[in-house]
């Protein structure tokens, strides 16, 4: 897609969010942002790890990999 189309719907879509939170009670703008908050936690926490799990196999298949051993011959 193209990038300029799809910033410029990131971009309303936000506004039309704010719009939403000025028209609904602030006791439940204040819950949703508690919840908001709740969830980009989970999602840092779960991209973390993530991202150190990853890492981890990555390390460890290439330990394994140096350690193979290798037939070669040397032709006189």
């Given at each position: 897609?193209?990038k300029a ?6 971009k ?20 949703i ?21 990853t890492?981890?196999k ?9 350690k193979?051993?290798h ?6």
């Amino acid at each position: 897609m193209n990038k300029a189309f799809i910033i410029k719907m990131m971009k309303a879509k936000k506004m039309q969010y704010e719009a939403l939170k000025e028209i609904i009670p602030e006791k439940m703008v204040n819950k949703i942002s508690d919840l908001e908050n709740e969830v980009i936690d989970l999602v840092k926490e779960y991209a973390m790890s993530e991202f150190t799990e990853t890492k981890c196999k990555n390390n460890t298949s290439e330990e394994t990999a140096s350690k193979k051993v290798h037939k070669v011959t040397i032709e006189s």
